[in-house]
């Protein structure tokens, strides 16, 4: 009778816990209507409301200025910038707002699944997810907007003068937030890349479009192939040459596309440096390894020398050739 009342108990556990796990699929705090956003046009002024008008002067004010000469970087150039992506205010907070090119969404259990993993996903190098929109034709993903837009931008600015302390800063951010994503039901990235290391108000990286892979699977986006190649020039020669790579990448693969990103911030010029190839050239020699055996520059940033660990650092998560499984707590 004792072991009867146990399984029962042990059943009833189980229940119990499978029944709320399926009720926080079914909820819906992710959803947003867009009749609650309002958009903010990044080149004119033609807000109709006062009020709304002079709360997006000052998003604008604190957004699109250049940092002072106080901040951790040195700048020339005080013109106002344009914002990274579609942005708008959503109760009182401005957003990003990325358009996914499908007419609908089928809310099956794994998409509910997937807005339930993200929804739980904080921490404090990983944007923050406000919602997503899934009405008929007009289909989006919500997130906190990053007043200082992308790592690719700042990377690109000439203008901007990037010590060893805050380079140094920026890279720990990246570490911290991909660690905590793969210790995560989300698993992997599949995607980063600089455009992707979003930077905030507070100077601090934010990795954004982690997890969704399959909400925002099979889309109908007219730039769909400049976006592709650009992809490619992040991606794993493993999974380069794997016809049907999973969408939501390996573990191994992000820890390779970190070793891009790291080169990138180290050269300052580009994914691939001076290479003479066009991207596709490119991805079609990194998936034949030709690349991994790396001819390093002499890197330097703003007159600061690196180490010669920091070359080391992107060997390791280019070491293609021995396909060791490095992990971001090896670099």
Known sequence: ??????????????ALKYYRYEQKLACLLWKIDMKDVILISTETNTERNTCNKNMIRVYRNSIFQAPTSNSVV?????????????????????????????????????????LKQIREARHENLIPFIGACVDNGNVAILTAYSARGSLEDILQNKDLHLDNMFVSSLVTDILKGMIYLHDSEII???NLKSSNCLIDSRWVLQISDFGLHEFKANQDDPNWKIKEVKRMLYRAP???????????????GDVYSFGIVL?????RKGPWGNIDLEPEGTCSTVRSLRLIQWRFQDFSLGGVKWKVNSQCDVL????????????????
């Open 1 to 14: 009778m004792t072991l009867l009342s146990t399984v029962l108990f042990i059943g009833a556990l189980f």
């Open 74 to 114: 040195e700048v020339s150039d005080q013109s106002p910038r344009r914002a990274y992506t579609a942005i708008g205010v959503y109760k009182g907070n401005i957003v990003a707002i990325r358009h996914i090119y499908k007419r609908s969404v089928d809310l099956t259990r794994s998409i509910r699944k997937e």
């Open 188 to 190: 992997s990235h599949g």
């Open 238 to 252: 493993e999974l380069l040459r794997d016809p049907s790579p999973p969408s939501r990448g390996t573990q191994k």
């Open 263 to 267: 080169y990138e911030i180290l050269g």
């Open 316 to 331: 390791k998560c280019y070491d293609q050739l021995t396909l060791k499984a490095w992990t971001y707590a090896d670099i």
